[in-house]
């Protein structure tokens, strides 16, 4: 890439930061209406590279709420501490803006283009949730509400970061109830758009949606076509996938909180274990008819896997083995019938 700083000339009208330490490199990207732009910058007293976020209040037409998000982003970031969210460094102002100083991730956001396959998409989802952990296990839990491909930063190892926390809340504040709807259209939990109480798995829902987008491979501006009757309906799109791998990203994104998962906690847990791509087997198919209602479907599939062993062994004429082998079936068959 070419130097964009020759001789004391630019070919862009970045700010001067120079007095205050900073060298603008380039900008990383802008949102115009709220007045904020986001630099990549060189610290003059050291070697690092820094995020500095501008709000600039000079700006004609400036929204005044893009003020108190670079308020609330320094009030939470100061409070955090974990590897995979950029941490706070400096603050200060201009004569017309007022600047975040952030650090810099070598990352690009999960919104610019990538071809990631469907088990690269689950470690990014694992890397997540483990933030979310982080934030929702401290002793005043942290709720992000904007998470989504372009707030999610992903590195060559797939390790994924958590930036702009400029909508979050803090638990123990006046939280639960949203004065107003915050976040993007799309990723929104519909607990978000009606004003009502946010929860843990408020973020969980925009996570869900996000990794529905990658694993769909659709921007974000076009989330809506995934969605049907306030449902998302990515299934058909995705054939590939495993029915359990399937039914934890539909929990995900459940409408109804009750029936969402509860927490990151929860997710990571139960996300390990699954299995991407492929069929289920025949236990994860009777856990899954069982969740459903379907309890005929549950006891004709363990007979057919009853009637198969049975046939199998009986070939290798292995009496003893055959009826251990029926009893431990049938033994399973219990245990998984309990969850009904």
Known sequence: MLNEQI?????????????LGYEVIRELGRNQEAGRITYL???????????????????????????????????????????????YLDCFETSESFCLVQEYKKAPSLAEKHSFNPEEIKQIAVSVLEILVYLQTRPLAIIHRDIKP????????????????????????????SSFAAGTPGFMP??????????????????????????????????????????FDFQQLVPQLSPCFVDWLTKMVEP?????????????????????????????TALAAIKRGKLAVVIGLASIGIIAATSSLMINKQGDLLRQSRNQIKAKLEIILKFK
């Open 7 to 19: 001789t004391g000339f630019s070919f862009h009208n970045y700010p001067d930061f120079s007095e």
């Open 41 to 87: 910058a060189n610290a003059l007293y050291s070697d690092q590279q820094v995020v500095i976020k501008q709000f600039r209040f000079a700006s004609e037409d400036v929204d005044w709420s893009g003020l108190k998000t670079y308020e609330r982003e320094i009030e939470v970031l100061q409070q955090l501490d974990h590897p995979r969210i950029p941490c």
């Open 150 to 177: 372009e707030n999610i930063l992903v590195d060559e190892q797939l390790n994924a970061y958590l930036v702009d926390f400029g909508l979050a809340r803090i638990r123990g504040e006046e939280v639960g109830v």
């Open 190 to 231: 519909p607990e978000e758009e009606r004003c009502d109480f946010l929860t843990e798995a408020s973020d969980l829902y925009s996570l869900g949606a996000t990794l529905i987008c990658l694993l769909t491979d659709t921007r974000s501006v076009n989330i809506s076509k995934l969605i049907s009757d306030r449902r």
């Open 256 to 284: 109804k909180q009750k029936h969402r998962i509860h927490n990151a906690s929860l997710a990571l847990e139960t996300l390990k274990p699954i299995r991407v791509i492929g069929t289920a087997t025949p236990i994860e």
